[in-house]
């Protein structure tokens, strides 16, 4: 809880709540420090918390292994900068031990009330929410989580690089989140989505925007890559997403209600944004599964490992304008 340049490192983390959490400090800890929508007075209301709290900065989550937390591995947000999550081992999350029936109905009580954590994000592995800045996660196995793998919700400038990410419900997921780097990572094995931005998630919370997304390897997943950032989406639209998205079980009675899903939806609708996000680096894109034979619409005349037709991303208009076989993102990787 604040502070800076504190190192964890080594441990062996099961059954908790939270694996490791990295958080501001508050003088007022009992409000919910987000942004009522359209309330501006609640917003400088925020502003005023944020800008007292003592940050948390320059810390190290190093070569951990986490196991059967219940609902995050490493979770990070609010002021929280400069963090490097590395070489940590996080499996199990939501599985090993479920969410909290009591929070679960505080959460429910509350909603529409105030923001809160959103609860298909419950059971994901590392997970930065509500405006961490400028962290890095990289070289972690995020693997066999109830839900996400990586999550960066509603969060900004972030670096997730040479990840392993596999077998979880949804592999990487960016949410509302601008500026952020994903690159080299490995994400497979996911029935879901392999790596998404936006249009999956909480559709309505704001847009994605300037990110920039190369050398991931996709293959293996239910989609590959989706980026539903650079259109709206209608109120029926997102209410056909909510009884899909992985819930406790404890919360299902809420969110399978037609009426409370709509709800959640038209809220959602209101806050929607339209972005953009990278695809390439300019010279290399990423490997997707489906995308990488010549019988898959695949062209590399030149032999070069990098295809010469865009790949159109499903959700939206966003292109990866320079492809890649498998072989041409080894070479790119220097593999």
Do not use: K
């Not at 009330?113 to 929410?129: D, H, K, M, R, V």
């Not at 952020?180 to 309505?204: C, F, I, K, Q």
């Not at 034979?293 to 292109?319: H, K, L, N, Q, T």
């Amino acid at each position: 809880m604040g502070g800076a340049g504190h190192e964890v490192s080594g441990n062996a983390i099961d059954g908790n709540r939270i694996g490791v959490l990295v958080d501001a400090i508050f003088g007022d800890s009992d409000r919910v420090l987000a942004p009522l929508v359209h309330d501006p007075a609640w917003t400088q209301q925020v502003a005023a918390l944020l800008a007292a709290g003592v940050p948390a900065v320059d810390h190290r989550i190093l070569d951990n292994t986490l196991t059967g937390n219940a609902n995050a591995g490493v979770r990070m947000h609010y002021h929280v900068r400069g963090v490097t999550v590395a070489g940590n081992t996080v499996t199990g999350t939501g599985i090993g031990r479920v969410p909290d029936a009591a929070e679960a109905a505080f959460w429910a009580e509350t909603l529409g009330q105030a923001p809160a954590t959103p609860f298909e994000t419950t059971g994901s592995g590392i997970l930065l929410y509500c405006f961490p800045e400028e962290n890095r996660v990289t070289g972690n196995d995020v693997h066999d989580n109830r839900a996400i793998g990586i999550l960066i919700d509603i969060a900004h400038r972030n670096r997730v690089a040479d990840n392993r990410v596999t077998g979880n419900a949804h592999g990487i997921v960016l949410s509302s989140a601008i500026g952020n780097e994903v690159t080299g990572n490995t994400v497979s094995g996911h029935a879901g989505h392999g790596l998404s931005v936006d249009g999956w998630l909480w559709m309505g919370l704001g847009r994605s925007d300037g990110n920039r997304i190369w050398l991931n390897d996709l293959a293996g997943n239910g989609t590959d890559a989706f980026d539903g950032a650079g259109r709206l989406l209608s109120a029926e639209e997102i209410a056909a997403q909510i009884p899909l998205m992985p819930w406790p079980e404890e919360m299902r009675m809420v969110y399978d209600n037609p009426a409370i899903a709509l709800q959640m939806a038209q809220m959602m609708v209101a806050q929607q944004q339209v972005g953009a996000t990278a695809w390439d680096d300019g010279t290399h894109g990423n490997r997707h599964g489906l995308f990488d034979e010549p019988a898959e619409g695949f062209v590399d005349r030149d032999g070069d490992g990098i295809g010469e037709v865009p790949r159109p991303i499903p959700g939206g208009s966003a292109v990866d304008r320079f492809p890649l076989s498998a072989a041409g993102l080894s070479a790119a990787l220097g593999r």
